[in-house]
């Protein structure tokens, strides 16, 4: 199993970036997908989660109105659209892989290598 994390980048504060992750090595619609991120010095912490076909969403209330995750099933890719990013969005981003419909890092069963997000003042 392989999750490629790309997209990441440095920003200015108030811009968008779109962030993907490409699966391969499961059978993509069976697992629920997530993104977390870490920032230097913090432990790592949920952003945002998606179910099997996209009908249920969950955000982090620090991202809630900003962050839109979605996911192609066909593409066995999933994404992260971020909005109006602040410096603290500042963060190695990771996607991971469920069978649980959770926001618990400890529940997913495959991880991504991470992308980093650099958000300038």
């Known amino acids: 199993v392989q999750l490629q994390a790309s997209g990441g980048g440095l920003v200015q504060a108030g811009d968008s970036l779109r962030i993907s992750c490409a699966a391969s090595g499961l059978t993509f619609s069976r697992y629920y997908m997530g993104w977390f991120r870490q920032a230097p010095g913090k432990e790592r912490m949920f952003v945002a989660r998606i179910s099997h076909y996209g009908g249920s969403t969950d955000y982090a209330d620090s991202v809630k109105g900003r962050f839109t995750i979605s996911r192609d099933n066909a593409e066995k890719t999933v994404y992260l659209q971020m909005n109006s990013l602040k410096p603290e969005d500042t963060a190695v981003y990771y996607c991971?892989?469920?069978?649980?419909?959770?926001?618990?890092?400890?529940?997913?069963?495959?991880w991504g290598q991470g992308t980093l997000v650099t958000v300038s003042s």
């Open positions: 991971a892989a469920s069978k649980v419909y959770s926001g618990r890092g400890e529940t997913y069963d495959y």
